[in-house]
């Protein structure tokens, strides 16, 4: 991006770095991937890679609050270093939480070990959304510092910045915690379409402010997690949630960073995920890539997409796994390898770091 295309507003500093990491990333298997550029190997990265189960995550982790930990720049930068140095992957993905920019703007939440978000007073009424004000940089300085350390120690390797989509949002602050029916989430979205609507626009200006922190302290793609998107059907996903997330990806637009879209269940929705105004659309292990790819259509790149209970089966069983995978793969214009959702607590590091030695060395060219 030259002087003159930067988007107004940020300082020379940020901007600086920015440039920088783009710079020295650009030709990464990982954003070329992205780009639809051939690549030396299909690149590898895991989404919920940092923390989880690596000893030396829970070691730095003990006594310090999930939430405290993302304030903690030093702790960031070496958590989110941890499995780059472990398992080789192609990526890091910055370390943090999709409600971090809401407790930012003082939503008043916490992070319960073993159940999630908790919000203390859930959004329910029009009264309510006041509480989401906007986000500023001034609000989340600590994700400056973070990302300004983790661009100079990962040198060629790409920073990926992440924040949750309006959907999985809005139904953690109108549920006030986890749901599997998002009973109250869309008992609004039907019932009160007009206040649905604002409050997933509100979403948005929070959630693309916060991505366009990250790009500019030096993230080099961004991806947005819309995990729990895939409860709705797609024309409510058109009607009620896809102007949001567009949104979304309207504001970082300028940037050029590849930008991810991810969810689970979405085998019906991916082709609305990629029209969202994704450069990459995610892909849980439910669809082959290749029937994936002629749902999403020309002109976009997928990431996925392994089952990731597969890790819990011996390795013969998980390579064989991985060849269906890459061979679905083999007809795409680009593939970024990863798992169809997270890496869970219970798996078995030693597992992902010789499936990412695996997906290399079966896809050297
Ligand atoms: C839905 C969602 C959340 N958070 C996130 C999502 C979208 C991704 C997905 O679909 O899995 C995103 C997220 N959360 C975390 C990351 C870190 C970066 C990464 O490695 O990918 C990312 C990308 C750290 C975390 N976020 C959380 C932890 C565990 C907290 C701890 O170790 O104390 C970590 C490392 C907490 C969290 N936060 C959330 C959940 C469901 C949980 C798990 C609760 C539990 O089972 O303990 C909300």
Known sequence: MSANERPSGQQTTTAASHDTARSATHDSAFLKACRREPVPHTPVWFMRQAGRSLPEYLKVREGIAMLDSCMMPELVTEITLQPVRRHKVDAAIYFS?????????????DIKPGVGPVIAEPIRTRADLARLRDLTPEDVPYVTEAIGMLTAELGATPLIGFAGA???????LVEGG?????ERTKAMMYGDPQLWADLVDRLAEITGAFLKVQIEAGASAVQLFDSWVGALAPA??????LPASAKVFDAVAPYGVP???????TGELLGLLGEAGADVVGVDWRVPLDE?????GPGKALQGNLDPAVLFAPTPAV???TREVLDAAAGLEGHIFNLGHGVMPSMDPDALTRLVGYVHEQTAR
């Open 259 to 265: 930008r991810i879209h991810f969810g689970v269940g």
């Open 319 to 321: 390579e064989a796994k």
């Open 97 to 109: 939480d999709i409600v971090v920019p809401l407790k930012a703007i003082g939503i008043d939440l």
């Open 292 to 296: 994936a790819a002629r749902r999403v």
């Open 178 to 182: 986890p749901s599997r029916s998002h």
């Open 236 to 241: 409510d996903y058109r009607r009620s949630v």
């Open 166 to 172: 309006p959907f999985t949002l809005a139904s953690y």
